[in-house]
């Protein structure tokens, strides 16, 4: 794992008009503070919770992916960032979007038995990673971790494949799980105003009204991140939008496939209609009752993947 933190003095020095790995290292820090433009991501980054790892090889990717698991179990981190580079650690020259996701697939294929080929075409590269709940205290099986394709020639209008909700500085695969994330900022929201953790609440209505405000604040969050998108986004080119209910979100590539070879429309969810059914899942667990059986999920079934839109207009 690279320590990669907003004010890493740490670094070794580059010399100068070579690509070193602090070249790539130094493009991503700058880009996660003041580029990235989802919300939530920037905010672990800031708090120095993501995991940065250089990988130029298969072996690369599963001893970082190893390091991943270990740091979030220790809580260190939240999300993952595989970073492709040369076997030397420098930055990749520049290439095309078809070509860059295809270099990402072959690396991080190791981690899933479909073959590149798939994962380039719109399959999905999931891990089930078994963690202690920051919320419930009990161990549970986070089926959601996706990875997701990243690279600099998506923000090019002139790349086929352009679409800069993709885009990042370097070649890299992002790996989290959206039900871990926001189970981890609530976590956060509990320690800041409570000084506690969640499963030590004892009042129903207070830990009720911890989870409302963890709720609305990632739906903040992700209404933030959709406009993020749409203004640095040619949306001529590449339709990207939030609906006027604030419900659904659209874009030119399904989250959560690793990579497509094919840009269209697809139809998300926003928080504010799938966090409800993750509370439920907490306050069943926490309350018993009627609906005890509800504390049993899987969470991949609470955050589904987009829906292809064919003919629709914005509402």
Known sequence: MIPLSPADDAAPETSAGTDTRDDALDALR???????????????????????????TPDDVRRAFTGFVEALEARRTVAGLFVATRPDGGMLPPEPVATAIRRMADLMSVLTTRPPEVLVDGGQLNRAIELTCPVTNRRLLF?????????????????????PMMAAPVICANL??????????????????????????????????????????????????????????????????????????????????????????????MPV???????????????????AEEAHFEPSALTPAGCPVHGVGRS
């Open 273 to 291: 209609l799938y966090t409800g059914r993750i509370l439920r899942r907490w306050i069943a667990w926490f309350e018993g009752g009627d609906a």
């Open 143 to 163: 089926d959601d971790f996706d990875a997701v394709a990243f690279c600099p020639a998506a923000a090019d209008p002139g790349d086929p494949l352009y679409d």
């Open 30 to 56: 700058d880009w996660m503070v003041s580029g990235l433009g989802c919300v939530a991501g920037r905010r672990e980054f800031l708090r120095n919770r993501y995991y940065i790892a250089p990988v130029a």
């Open 176 to 269: 989290n799980s959206d039900v871990y994330a926001f189970s981890m900022f609530t976590r956060d929201l509990c320690l800041q105003a409570h000084d506690c953790e969640v499963f030590e609440i004892a009042d129903h209505r207070t830990r009720r009204a911890l989870f409302a405000r963890a709720s609305e604040l990632w739906q903040r969050f992700a209404e933030r991140t959709v406009r993020n998108y749409v203004s640095i986004t040619d949306t001529g080119l590449c339709p990207t939008y939030l609906d006027t209910d604030r419900h659904h979100w659209y874009a030119s590539h399904q989250d959560p496939a690793f990579a497509e070879m094919r840009k269209e429309l697809y139809r998300h969810d």
